[in-house]
Each structure stands twice: as C-alpha cells, then as structure tokens.
C-alpha cells in the first residue's frame, strides 16, 4: 500500500535556486524520513522527523512536518549540480507493523 | 566502515533458476529487510525481520523467501524465478526497526529471462 505520495514528480530548477519537494501520506504516524538516490544506486538517509516535531535542519536542507495536514516538505537551498538525484519519503505508520511505507518519489535536476 | 552489502551487484537468469541474493551488514542491527524497486512503483517491502530467526511478509512477499540464521546475515532466495521478478532489489538494515534511519545495500539488479 502506498502512504506517501511526493509531489511534484518531477522537477528541474537552475544551480543556485532553491527546490522544494512535497510529502502527503494519510495515516497518523510515529516518523517520516527523507532519502536521497542517485541513479540506479542505493538510497541514503537525508533526515528523520519525529510526530512531535515540526522542523529539523541539516546543512543545506530543511524538513517540515504538518500532521494536521497529514504532509511534509523538504528544501533544498543553493541547489548544486551533485544535488540532482531522486528524493523518497517513506513514513512510519502507527499502524504499520514495522513496516516503512514509500512514494514514488520526485526526481530533481540541477542544471548548472 | 559501517555498511550494507549486497551480493551479486547484477545478475542475468533464465525462468526457473534458483538464485540466492545475499545481504550482509556489519552494524549490529536488530532489522533487515529486502525492497524491490520498480520504475514509478517506489520501494515496495518484500520480506523483513526484527531479529535472528523472525521473519514477516512485507507487501511483496510471492515468490521470495528469507531467512535470518545469523544477526548480520538476510539472504532473498527465489526457489523459481519469473520474468515479473526482474528488478532493483535493496537490502536495508537499521538499529531498531522503522524508528531509524534505515541502511542500504548498493542494490542487486536482477533479470530473469
């Protein structure tokens, strides 16, 4: 079953702009983590945001989280070419049985 | 270094062959589990295990199996592949379930003619 839904599914913006991606999902949830894949390869952990939070920060990236609106986004700041990737929410669900559930995913392009 | 690593990277297979891909992870942790990717599917869940010897279905579980003899250990066995199995598969680790950050394997990327 598919919770999380990322939003747009894809997006192309200049180097130096800032890019700004959409998580929804429709459960209530105990966390949702961003992750970063570069093409064909592994995914890598970005950030996680607990239910009781609201925003975290890591270096250049910046995560929010509405549970009233059941969605979250993540920004990209002084985007650089090395940015373009395909970036994933995945929840975890109150309800999921140690289950993370996944978006299709929004793929960036950082044109230099 | 801490890390996720998967066996064979690419594999090319006929329909009916069994093929185990393995997954090993030098971290500890607790859970494991094996996604397959597909193009514009996301990362769908095929099996995971919260420790040695607990094994659940994921959302994906037909056709595959798994096993978790050893902490460190989480081999995806097909006993009879079929072409809708051909894919991107990951392994993924993390300290305590789906409250971590999980970690990944570099993907297994599998064809089964």
């Known amino acids: 079953s598919q919770q999380g839904e990322e939003d747009p599914q894809a997006l192309s913006i200049q180097e130096g702009e800032n890019a700004t991606m959409n998580c929804s999902y429709k459960?209530?949830?105990?966390?949702l983590q961003w992750y970063r894949q570069n093409s064909g390869r592994g995914l890598v952990h970005l950030i996680l945001?607990?239910?009781n939070e609201r925003e975290k920060h890591s270096g250049r990236l910046r995560v929010t989280l509405d549970t009233s609106k059941k969605s979250s986004s993540l920004l990209i700041t002084a985007s650089r070419a090395a940015d373009t990737a395909s970036y994933f929410c995945?929840?975890?669900?109150?309800?999921?049985?140690?289950?993370?559930?996944w978006g299709a995913g929004t793929k960036l392009i950082i044109k230099p | 270094e801490a890390q996720v690593t998967q066996n064979p990277r690419y594999l090319i297979t006929v329909t009916g062959k069994k093929l185990t891909v393995t997954c090993s992870q030098n971290?500890?942790?607790?859970?494991m589990s094996w996604y397959r990717q597909d193009p514009g599917l996301g990362l769908r869940q095929i099996y995971y295990?919260?420790?040695?010897?607990?094994?659940d279905k994921g959302d994906v579980p037909e056709g595959y199996k798994v096993s978790r003899k050893e902490k460190r250990n989480f081999p995806l066995i097909l006993e009879s592949p079929s072409p809708n199995q051909t894919s991107l598969y990951f392994c993924?680790?993390?300290?305590?379930?789906?409250?971590?950050?999980?970690?990944f394997g570099p993907g297994t990327r599998l064809t089964v003619l």
């Open positions: 993924a680790s993390s300290p305590m379930g789906t409250y971590n950050e999980q970690f």
């Open positions: 971290m500890n942790h607790e859970y």
């Open positions: 295990s919260m420790n040695v010897e607990v094994t």
């Open positions: 459960t209530s949830i105990n966390n």
């Open positions: 945001i607990r239910s």
């Open positions: 995945a929840t975890d669900a109150m309800d999921s049985n140690y289950q993370l559930i």
